[in-house]
T-cell receptor, first 114, second 117 residues
Framework: GQNIDQPTEMTATEGAIVQINCTYQ??????LFWYQQHAGEAPTFLSY????GLEEKGRFSSFLSRSKGYSYLLLKELQMKDSASYLC???????????????FGKGTHLIIQP | DAGVIQSPRHEVTEMGQEVTLRCKPI?????LFWYRQTMMRGLELLIY????????DSGMPEDRFSAKMPNASFSTLKIQPSEPRDSAVYFC???????????????FGPGTRLLVL
């Protein structure tokens, strides 16, 4: 089975930096994804990690440690539009049949204050 | 380019009625996923298809739920009969399988908001 934990809610200040943590216990692992979801909208892809280390993409970075079952999403220079839910998701091992479905955490609701 | 298209965007129905949700994946994508999102349970995978073939339907909650993918550009999720606890947002997502199987990003449609009274 899969179990993914992330904080329910976080608050940060415009212009600051925030780190959203995600821990997972899974029966297998073939990649970790971060998605952003604004209220009433669909999730949109932010980042993907399959090897240990840091992946940077503009103001967003994501880190993975497979041995610790741990990832974080780092958001820099926060803007009001970054207020959203951030979803951590783990993909099962590649079964040879193609893309596998994702198991999502409950999401972290990030509130940006002026 | 058009993204994943879902219809209807909103559906209100009465308990016991049949509900059919529709999805058109991104052209060229060969994997399609149905998810359900509620406040209590978050985003859950219901079923997914590779090359129009159902691969894993272990997330389908009950026999009242069924999904089909008759061709590469169309899929349906049907609930019959519907119940109030089925009220949720249903998302369809698609991706392109690559030879290595890694980094296959899923792109989500706008969702169908279903309310069963």
């Amino acid at each position: 089975g899969q179990n993914i934990d992330q904080p329910t809610e976080m608050t940060a200040t415009e212009g600051a930096i925030v780190q959203i943590n995600c821990t997972y216990q899974t029966s297998g692992f073939n990649g970790l994804f971060w998605y952003q979801q604004h209220a009433g909208e669909a999730p949109t892809f932010l980042s993907y990690n399959v090897l240990d280390g840091l992946e940077e993409k503009g103001r967003f970075s994501s880190f993975l440690s497979r041995s610790k079952g741990y990832s974080y999403l780092l958001l820099k220079e926060l803007q009001m539009k970054d207020s959203a839910s951030y979803l951590c998701a783990v993909r099962a091992p590649y079964s040879g049949g193609g893309a596998d479905g994702l198991t999502f955490g409950k999401g972290t609701h990030l509130i940006i204050q002026p | 380019d058009a993204g994943v298209i879902q219809s209807p965007r909103h559906e209100v129905t009465e308990m016991g009625q049949e509900v059919t949700l529709r999805c058109k994946p991104i052209s060229g994508h060969n994997s399609l996923f149905w998810y359900r999102q509620t406040m209590m349970r978050g985003l859950e995978l219901l079923i997914y298809f590779n090359n129009n073939v159902p691969i894993d339907d272990s997330g389908m909650p009950e026999d009242r739920f069924s999904a089909k993918m008759p061709n590469a550009s169309f899929s349906t999720l049907k609930i019959q009969p519907s119940e109030p606890r089925d009220s949720a947002v249903y998302f369809c997502a698609s991706s392109l399988r690559t030879s290595g199987g890694a980094g296959e990003t899923q792109y989500f449609g706008p969702g169908t908001r279903l309310l069963v009274l």
